[in-house]
C-alpha cells in the first residue's frame, strides 16, 4: 500500500512524502556545506554557485532566465509577493482573481480592490464573467493552473490571450496601466507543462511540498518587465524581492524533486488517469448515491473528488483513518475553518453537500490494490 504498509495514503494534493533522491541531494546544504551563499570567501561561495545552479535548473522547466526565479518559503509566500508586490504599486488599481483560488490568494487580493470570477458548475472559470469584470483599472489576474481541490484545470492560456488583446487596446488609448497575469501552479507542477511562455503568463508560483521535494520551499516567476514591491525587507538576497539567508538545501531540493516530477510526467499522468477512471468506476458500482465534482475531461489526474449526499464529511475521514486510508474534505489550509469549502460552494453545491464531500488524491505508489481498499474502506464506513 501507499506510503506505510498499513495506510493508504490519497492526500497528496495536501502534502507529498520527501523524494529520496532529493533528501540525498539536500542533505551535503545541512551539514558540511552549510556556509552562507552570501559570504565571500571561497567555501560560501561554492554554495552560491550551487545556489544559482538550482535556479538555472528550475527556470529551466519553466523556459525562464534564471534572474526570473524567484525562492520563497513556500506557494503562500510566492502568491503574496505577487499580489501584493503588485497592487501595492498601484494604490488605485484591482485585481481580478477567480472565485475558487487557494486561501493564500483569496487574502492576498482581499487586501486590494479586487473582485471573483464566477465558475462553472464544472468548476471552470468562466472567461467570458471574467472579462466583463476587467476595466481600465485592472492591473492583475491571479487565476490558479489547476485547483487544489476538485483537481480542475483552468483556461489559463485563454485568459493570457485575452490580457494581451487588453494590452494591445490600451497602447492605442494611451492607457499605460499594465496587466499582469499570475498564476499559482502548486498542484499542476507535478502533471502539466510549465512553460511561462506557452502559458503567456507573466508570473507563475510553484510549491516543492507538493512535488515530492521539501515543505516550506517555493518559487516565484516572475517575467523580467515586471516590476514588484518586495514583502520581505532586510538583506537584498533575490533580487530584493525576498531579503533572508538563502535556503540552499530547500533550493536544491525543489531543482531535484521538479526533474524528477516533470521528466517522466506524461507517463506518470496517464498512469494515474488510468487509476483515477478506474477508481471512479469502482466508487460507481459500489455507491449508488455517489457524485463526481469537477470536470471529468479537464482534471489533474490523481484527484478523485466525490459528494455522497446524506454522510458527515468529518466523521467518515476518522472512520476511513480507522481503517487505514487516509483522505480529506478539503484544503489542507483551510481544514480547521470549519466553514463548507468556497470552492464548493462556488460550484453551486449546497453547504449540505459540501459537507458531504470527499478529496481523494493519488500519488506515486497508489496502486489498484489501494484504490480496492478505499473503496471498500469507504462502504463499510457509510453503509449500516
Known sequence: MSTHDDVVYLDHAAATPLDPAVLKAMQPYLTERFYNPSATYKEAQAVHADLESARAGVAHWLGAKPTEIIFTAGGTEANNLAIRGVMEQFPEGNVVVSSIEHESVLAAAGACKHSMAPVTP???????????????????????????????????RRITQ?????????????????????????QAAGFLDLHAARLGVDMLTINAGKIYGPRQVGALYVQSHVILAPQMLGGGQERGLRSGTENVAGAVGMRVALDIAQEPRQREAKRLQDLQAYFITQLQQALASVRINGSRKLRLPNNVHVTIPGIDNERVIFQLDDRGVIC?????????????SHVLRAMGLSDDDARASLRFTMGRDTTKKDIDHTVQALVSSIVP
Open 122 to 156: 464544472e468548476g471552470i472559470v468562466d472567461v467570458a464573467q471574467l472579462e466583463k469584470l476587467l476595466d481600465d483599472a485592472t492591473v492583475l489576474i491571479s487565476v490558479m493552473y489547476a485547483n487544489n481541490e476538485v483537481g480542475t484545470v483552468q483556461p489559463i
Open 162 to 186: 485575452l490580457a494581451e488583446a487588453i494590452r494591445q487596446k490600451r497602447a492605442k488609448s494611451g492607457n499605460k496601466l499594465p496587466l499582469y497575469v499570475h498564476t499559482d501552479a502548486a
Open 328 to 340: 480529506a474534505a478539503g484544503s489542507a489550509c483551510s481544514a480547521d475553518s470549519g466553514e463548507p
